[in-house]
């Protein structure tokens, strides 16, 4: 991000009296005793951008410090000071300042320009089916106007995220420094996750008293115990958003061991499933699975010789999280069986996944072309209006909100990318071809995934999905023509 423009060899003369500026404040604040502590922080942080600015609002350092705090700074756990009429979150101050910056950019800054996604076919569709959706439900839409609103500023915030990075993004060292942020800081994560899971302790339930300006915000975990004791959930918003999140990053750990050749990122796969696994959740095990096929499908030699280190990988779990194998085991095999279990409470709001089938397909015959409406079903018990059903499928909440218009734009978005990348990785042996499976692997387990939980409502995992489907544009359009990325 360029935002000096013609007159940036003045830079360093306003640096210096920036800093000049700042140490006479804090000299002062020593002297009149105004609260020391409190602005030398603030000064600090002043000092250090006005020395930096130019690396600190490169475009690589702006998405590496959005990954980081979608990563580490709970997402509706922790809320800036002020009063406005929604809750200033961290990572929504920072999505709209990088938002502001592009767009800036795009109009004064030629190295910076808008390029095609090959995802914008299905966005029109998805976007059509949102507004759509919102013509036919009027009534219904009024009646829970606030949650529309946010749900559509979601939707766009992650559509401009998009385009965003396929902007920005123009280099395979770029696209490789974006992924050993992520890897590096998932595997953080679920290290943290790991002793969460040992120990009861989450740590980001305690940033408040040790990152500045955070408050915490109204908000508390749904365990969904269902019997499983104690899961881990660390900076997501639930144990199964987490496990998912982790599952994703491991296809790109994978690919990184590959590109460096370096042993040290096993660590990181190795972390990244123990993380997961330590959710306790079914869905993150299914995605798993998912990883697994893609990478059998798609390079099924070199995945065949790594079988004979399942034995001592589910030793390693028993080890590091013992009764992990056991509560999994019992929560895909409960008595009396999987499906009778997910058919059970039938009626209530929390009934099983299948016994949503029937009901919910009944709601989508009633308006099957758009639905009725986008962000309209309200599920959250906190909420007064509270009285839909609540669906641990997301596919099944996108036909009921926008109808098969916009189940077909989903399943464009991440499918098409899937098939291209699944094509490239066939015809290309080399760490380009592998950075191909990575990706497929990652947005496959992600669509899989959606059919066992509400992604949707989970804002972290879905930034991910976004952030993987914004550098999967770049890298395919860098298969398809000389683009920079492919080298």
């Given at each position: ?201 989450n740590a980001f339930d305690h940033l408040a008293g040790v990152v500045p300006l955070l408050h915490s915000g109204d908000f508390s975990v749904a365990s969904a115990d269902e019997g499983r004791g104690a899961r881990a959930y660390a900076s997501a918003q639930h144990p199964i958003a987490l496990g998912a999140a982790l599952v994703m990053l491991i296809p790109l750990a994978i690919y990184l061991v590959r590109r460096s050749a370096r042993g040290y990122w096993w660590i990181a796969v190795g972390l990244l499933c123990l993380g997961a696994l330590a959710t306790l959740s079914r869905t993150s095990v299914i995605m798993l699975v998912a990883v697994a096929g ?194």
């Amino acid at each position: 991000m360029r935002l000096v423009g013609a007159g940036e060899e003045r830079g360093p003369y306003i640096s210096s009296a920036v800093v000049l500026g700042a140490l006479a404040l804090l000299t002062l604040t020593v002297l009149t005793g105004t609260r020391p502590l409190e602005t030398a922080p603030v000064i600090a942080l002043t000092i250090v951008f006005a020395l930096a600015y130019r690396t600190l609002l490169s475009w690589d350092s702006l998405l590496t410090l959005l990954v980081v705090v979608i990563l580490f700074i709970p997402i509706q756990r922790y809320v800036l000071p002020g009063s406005l009429p929604f809750e200033l979150e961290p990572y929504r101050l920072l999505v709209a300042f990088i938002v502001a910056g592009w767009t800036a950019s795009l109009l004064v800054d030629p190295t910076v320009r808008l390029r095609r996604t090959g995802l914008e076919l299905p966005i029109v569709l998805i976007m059509a089916a949102v507004l759509g959706s919102i013509v036919a439900n009027g009534g219904r839409v009024a009646a829970r106007e606030p949650e529309v609103v946010k749900g559509v500023t979601f939707f766009l915030s992650f559509v401009l995220l998009l385009f965003l990075i396929v902007s920005v993004v123009r280099t395979r060292a770029q696209v490789d420094r974006l992924l050993r942020v992520l890897v590096v800081g998932g595997a953080v994560l679920a290290s943290l996750a790991i002793v969460e899971s040992r120990t009861q302790y989450n740590a980001f339930d305690h940033l408040a008293g040790v990152v500045p300006l955070l408050h915490s915000g109204d908000f508390s975990v749904a365990s969904a115990d269902e019997g499983r004791g104690a899961r881990a959930y660390a900076s997501a918003q639930h144990p199964i958003a987490l496990g998912a999140a982790l599952v994703m990053l491991i296809p790109l750990a994978i690919y990184l061991v590959r590109r460096s050749a370096r042993g040290y990122w096993w660590i990181a796969v190795g972390l990244l499933c123990l993380g997961a696994l330590a959710t306790l959740s079914r869905t993150s095990v299914i995605m798993l699975v998912a990883v697994a096929g893609v990478f059998f499908w798609l390079r099924r030699r070199e995945t065949r010789r790594f079988w004979p280190l399942l034995v001592p990988a589910l030793l390693a779990v028993h080890l590091v999280i013992p009764g992990t194998l056991g509560t999994l085991k019992e929560s895909f095999f409960p008595a009396g069986g999987l499906i009778a279990e997910q058919s059970s409470n039938p009626g209530t709001r929390g009934q099983g996944r299948v016994a949503d089938l029937g009901p919910s397909l009944r709601e989508f015959a009633a308006t099957p072309l758009v639905g009725q409406g986008f962000s309209t079903r309200i599920v959250d018990r906190k909420h007064s209006r509270a009285s839909d059903q609540i669906l641990d499928d997301q596919w099944l909440g996108i036909l009921l909100e926008t109808g098969i218009v916009g189940f077909v734009g989903w399943l464009m978005l991440l499918l098409r990318p899937i098939r291209r990348l699944g094509r490239a990785a066939k015809e290309d042996d080399s760490d380009q071809g592998w950075l191909y499976v990575a990706f497929a692997a990652s947005l496959t387990s992600y669509v899989v995934g959606m059919l066992t939980f509400d992604a949707f409502a989970f804002i972290q995992v879905t930034f991910f999905a976004f952030i993987l489907l914004g550098i999967t544009a770049v890298v395919v359009r860098g298969a398809r023509s000389a683009n920079p990325a492919t080298t």
